[in-house]
């Protein structure tokens, strides 16, 4: 399954000092919170997954949701994902990746520089 393929290049990203708390937006979320918090602690991933976001019309957009959700309660973020929809104002935020070989080690130093 390429979720848990891709996890020896997020790595880093999970151990960068200004990531305490993942929210996580996938199309793995339609398995629900609950399960996704399971195979993150099972898998002994640091860390902890705090929420999914909204369903809605794009990533974009669920993303934009879940932050005025939050709003005051984040300090910084990053999207990583192999399809670009995001909002404007998200693509600073926004590293995209290739289907084909998910996340590499040059994705994962660039979400460690948005994440600064």
């Given at each position: 399954?390429?979720?848990f393929l891709e996890l020896s290049n997020i790595f880093p990203i999970l151990a960068h000092e200004n990531l305490e708390?993942?929210?996580y937006s996938s199309s793995w979320k339609f398995l629900g919170l609950q399960?996704?918090?399971k195979m993150w602690k099972d898998?002994?991933?640091p860390g902890a997954i705090i929420d999914i976001t909204p369903d809605g019309e794009s990533k974009g957009w669920e993303i934009n949701e879940w932050l005025l959700t939050y709003?005051?309660?984040v300090s910084?973020?990053?999207i990583i994902d192999d399809e670009n929809n995001m909002?404007?104002?998200q693509q600073e935020?926004?590293?995209q990746t290739n289907s084909q070989f998910g996340i590499t080690s040059k994705d994962a130093e660039r979400v460690i520089t948005i994440l600064g």
């Amino acid at each position: 399954m390429r979720f848990f393929l891709e996890l020896s290049n997020i790595f880093p990203i999970l151990a960068h000092e200004n990531l305490e708390r993942k929210d996580y937006s996938s199309s793995w979320k339609f398995l629900g919170l609950q399960t996704l918090q399971k195979m993150w602690k099972d898998r002994k991933l640091p860390g902890a997954i705090i929420d999914i976001t909204p369903d809605g019309e794009s990533k974009g957009w669920e993303i934009n949701e879940w932050l005025l959700t939050y709003e005051g309660q984040v300090s910084g973020y990053a999207i990583i994902d192999d399809e670009n929809n995001m909002l404007s104002e998200q693509q600073e935020h926004f590293v995209q990746t290739n289907s084909q070989f998910g996340i590499t080690s040059k994705d994962a130093e660039r979400v460690i520089t948005i994440l600064g």
